[in-house]
């Protein structure tokens, strides 16, 4: 049995024990486990034409499995969470390599021992090499700020050529901010590794779903008690009741059709835009993607090579690299990241988490925090970044509270 979907406007909203919003991971994880473990019907609302959220590909005019919304490799080291996923999609080995395009020369990202060689030169890389390892060990991943803090002339160095060559303009690009402005959890995203191991991630799983994400997601909202919506935004279906006419009044209830709705309504959205930003846009950067096809088998050294000192883009991925696709052409996709100004241009792809926005977020969050049925979750809702892992988990849990509860 395929994907059910409806037609909002022919729905009866009194047929559903439950209302997703969104059908990214955190929606459709949750609607499967509600629909097949507490036997509820559910219903998904999303607004774009199709499911599967940010992870959402499908195959360009060139005959080439492309991600729309910035490439997606799945790793992890949560065993459930790749059980869960095994389920609904065989996956294809993959492990993710990244190189930094630096002035034409190609360096591992991570900073790792070979870059040190590329960059320095294999007889000074063996002295440097020698201070990392007495520094901090054999194996160590180091982040650029620990780095940059030691004292000692020859680890500085290493710090200064990987924060100007590797970090700064790259970090400037994505951020529209110095690294300086930017949050430690995303510098720390960024270490010096002291290994020759130059994967990109070394979670113990991890793969591609064998015939892309999309169909992995049909296969997880195939069941008979979930309905999708496409083309709908919750804002322009919720009815918001406030406890008064105050700005920070609080929701008293949310109606569907004209009637309050008592199921879990779990909510995947960005927690401003279902309140009309009435207390100003949470900030976000976002992103623009550009595509090329060309007539031969690969045209990158492998799946990703960021620009870390020249162009207006920050990476290209080629995806034949990571989906294992096999024919004469290739397409490669080039980012290059935005403000974000207008919601219904642009998708918010990554919060720009810092204090004065976190509490920002939080004056949303109290308009609903009491209410019981209403479960905000994901990267939008949450405003947070997360691996696609980490929304399997942490959705799969909000599962288990529902039904718990019920
Ligand atoms: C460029 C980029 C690359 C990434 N690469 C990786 C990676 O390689 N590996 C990894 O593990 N993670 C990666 N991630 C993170 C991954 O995208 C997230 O973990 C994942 O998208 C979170 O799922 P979600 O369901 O919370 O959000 P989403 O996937 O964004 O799903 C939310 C859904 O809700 C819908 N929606 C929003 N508002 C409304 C509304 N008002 N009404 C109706 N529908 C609404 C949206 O249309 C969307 O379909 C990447 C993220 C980005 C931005």
């Given at each position: 049995m395929p994907v059910q979907y409806r037609d909002y406007r022919h729905i009866?909203?009194?047929?559903?024990q439950a209302v997703v919003v969104g059908s990214g991971f955190a929606g459709s994880v949750v609607a499967r486990q509600l629909a097949e473990q507490g036997g509820m019907r559910v219903l998904i609302i999303e607004k774009r034409p199709h499911i599967g959220g940010n992870m959402y590909d499908e195959v360009d005019e060139a005959g080439i499995l492309v991600h729309r919304y910035g490439p997606h490799i799945f790793h992890t080291n949560n065993r459930e969470v790749f059980e869960y996923l095994l389920r609904f999609s065989e996956f294809i080995p993959y492990q993710h390599r990244v190189l930094a395009n630096w002035y034409g020369t190609y360096l591992p990202v991570p900073f790792n021992k070979t870059s040190l060689e590329i960059a320095f030169g294999m007889k000074r890389a063996l002295t440097l090499n020698d201070k990392l390892v007495d520094a901090f060990g054999e194996g160590r991943k180091v982040t650029i700020n620990e780095l940059r803090s030691q004292n000692d002339s020859e680890l500085s160095e290493i710090a200064d050529f990987v924060y100007r060559n590797v970090f700064l303009y790259y970090t400037q690009k994505q951020w529209g901010l110095t690294p300086d402005e930017v949050d430690p959890s995303v510098t720390a995203r960024v270490p010096v590794s002291i290994s020759r191991d130059d994967r990109y991630f070394q979670d113990a799983y991890q793969g591609m779903p064998k015939d892309g994400y999309t169909a992995l997601f049909e296969n997880l909202l195939d069941h008979e008690n979930i309905d999708v919506c496409l083309n709908i935004e919750a804002e322009s279906v919720f009815d918001l009741e406030f406890e008064?006419?105050?700005?920070?009044a609080k929701i008293s209830s949310i109606k569907l059709h004209d009637m309050p709705f008592e199921g879990p309504l779990v909510y995947t959205g960005p927690l401003d835009e279902l309140f009309l930003s009435r207390f100003g846009r949470l900030p976000y950067r976002s992103l623009d993607f550009v595509y090329e096809t060309f007539d031969a088998e690969r045209v990158l050294p492998c799946g990703t090579v960021n620009y870390t000192v020249t162009e207006d883009f920050t990476r290209i991925t080629e995806f034949k690299h990571m989906t294992g696709q096999k024919c004469a052409n290739t397409t490669i996709m080039k980012e290059y990241p935005r403000e974000y100004n207008d919601p219904k241009t642009q998708i918010p792809y990554y919060a720009i988490i810092n204090d004065e926005n976190n509490a920002h977020y939080e004056r949303y969050r109290a308009l609903t925090s009491h209410l019981p049925n209403f479960y905000p979750i994901g990267r939008l809702a949450e405003y947070r970044y997360y691996n696609m892992d980490t929304i399997i988990e942490l959705a799969l849990a909000t599962a288990r509270a529902i039904l718990d509860r019920q």
């Amino acid at each position: 049995m395929p994907v059910q979907y409806r037609d909002y406007r022919h729905i009866a909203i009194g047929d559903y024990q439950a209302v997703v919003v969104g059908s990214g991971f955190a929606g459709s994880v949750v609607a499967r486990q509600l629909a097949e473990q507490g036997g509820m019907r559910v219903l998904i609302i999303e607004k774009r034409p199709h499911i599967g959220g940010n992870m959402y590909d499908e195959v360009d005019e060139a005959g080439i499995l492309v991600h729309r919304y910035g490439p997606h490799i799945f790793h992890t080291n949560n065993r459930e969470v790749f059980e869960y996923l095994l389920r609904f999609s065989e996956f294809i080995p993959y492990q993710h390599r990244v190189l930094a395009n630096w002035y034409g020369t190609y360096l591992p990202v991570p900073f790792n021992k070979t870059s040190l060689e590329i960059a320095f030169g294999m007889k000074r890389a063996l002295t440097l090499n020698d201070k990392l390892v007495d520094a901090f060990g054999e194996g160590r991943k180091v982040t650029i700020n620990e780095l940059r803090s030691q004292n000692d002339s020859e680890l500085s160095e290493i710090a200064d050529f990987v924060y100007r060559n590797v970090f700064l303009y790259y970090t400037q690009k994505q951020w529209g901010l110095t690294p300086d402005e930017v949050d430690p959890s995303v510098t720390a995203r960024v270490p010096v590794s002291i290994s020759r191991d130059d994967r990109y991630f070394q979670d113990a799983y991890q793969g591609m779903p064998k015939d892309g994400y999309t169909a992995l997601f049909e296969n997880l909202l195939d069941h008979e008690n979930i309905d999708v919506c496409l083309n709908i935004e919750a804002e322009s279906v919720f009815d918001l009741e406030f406890e008064s006419m105050a700005e920070d009044a609080k929701i008293s209830s949310i109606k569907l059709h004209d009637m309050p709705f008592e199921g879990p309504l779990v909510y995947t959205g960005p927690l401003d835009e279902l309140f009309l930003s009435r207390f100003g846009r949470l900030p976000y950067r976002s992103l623009d993607f550009v595509y090329e096809t060309f007539d031969a088998e690969r045209v990158l050294p492998c799946g990703t090579v960021n620009y870390t000192v020249t162009e207006d883009f920050t990476r290209i991925t080629e995806f034949k690299h990571m989906t294992g696709q096999k024919c004469a052409n290739t397409t490669i996709m080039k980012e290059y990241p935005r403000e974000y100004n207008d919601p219904k241009t642009q998708i918010p792809y990554y919060a720009i988490i810092n204090d004065e926005n976190n509490a920002h977020y939080e004056r949303y969050r109290a308009l609903t925090s009491h209410l019981p049925n209403f479960y905000p979750i994901g990267r939008l809702a949450e405003y947070r970044y997360y691996n696609m892992d980490t929304i399997i988990e942490l959705a799969l849990a909000t599962a288990r509270a529902i039904l718990d509860r019920q």
